[in-house]
């Protein structure tokens, strides 16, 4: 009984390649987020979601593009893949955005190597 | 910027010893601090605090937030080699968005 799953757990790809990973929860939240955590283990947010709406857009190159068709969906298309972008991606949902249950749930994480 | 520091970034000790894990953060509009366990998957959520000075415990866990001092701890009693993970501190300000520390690595052996 998953409460946020993505796919692929794992991803090996070539630099250049255009690769997607998804994420869906169950739990009924309002919030998704994209983070990426490297190879020192710092996770770091990319995006979020509220609703279907971009809340949160970190500094993140314009090669990554977030779309969530729905509430529950929150998925990352990455253009041109390069060396720096091997990295574990976790996907997480939170009930609110503004509210006082900040609780995150984290996905099992999508590892993305690119060659 | 908002900011997490966390120390040690690493930690080596034996099974049975106290542990305690520090986490100091910089956020404007602070709203919360909540500390994550991460093995080797996704983060597991343990405490969430909000308030100064009230204690959240859960079993051998527990955690405290001083927002005078800007800091929280997360202690551990009676470690066990199960505990071996990295714990994860993030603070949450008025930019809405969850700032991780760089993490500690909880090693403990038998």
């Known amino acids: 009984d998953t409460a946020v799953s993505q796919t692929p757990k794992y991803l090996v790809t070539q630099m250049g390649n255009d690769k997607s990973i998804k994420c869906e929860q169950n739990?009924?939240?309002?919030?998704m987020y994209w983070y990426k955590q490297d190879s020192k283990k710092f996770l770091k947010i990319m995006f979020s979601?509220?609703?279907?709406?971009?809340?949160i857009n970190e500094t993140v190159p314009n090669r990554f593009s977030p779309k969530s068709p729905d509430k529950a969906h929150l998925n990352l298309h990455i253009n041109s893949l390069e060396l720096g972008d091997s990295a574990v991606y976790f996907c997480?949902?939170?009930?609110?955005?503004?509210?006082?249950?900040?609780?995150?749930?984290f996905g099992p994480g999508t590892r993305l190597t690119v060659l | 910027e908002d900011k997490v520091v966390q120390s040690p970034l690493s930690l080596v000790v034996h099974e049975g010893d106290t542990v305690t894990l520090n986490c100091s953060y910089e956020?404007?509009?602070?709203?919360?601090l909540l500390w994550y366990k991460q093995e080797k998957k996704a983060p597991t959520f343990l405490f969430m605090l909000?308030?100064?000075?009230i204690e959240k415990k859960s079993g051998r866990l527990s955690s405290i937030l001083d927002k005078k001092e800007l800091f929280s701890i997360l202690n551990i009693t009676a470690t066990q080699t199960g505990d071996s993970a990295v714990y994860l501190c993030?603070?949450?300000?008025?930019?809405?968005?969850?700032?991780f520390g760089q993490g500690t690595r909880l090693t403990i052996n038998p």
């Open positions: 997480a949902s939170s009930q609110e955005w503004a509210g006082f249950t900040d609780t995150q749930y």
């Open positions: 739990l009924g939240h309002d919030t």
């Open positions: 979601y509220n609703n279907k709406e971009l809340i």
């Open positions: 956020v404007t509009n602070f709203r919360s």
């Open positions: 909000t308030s100064s000075g």
């Open positions: 993030a603070s949450r300000g008025g930019a809405q968005k969850l700032v």
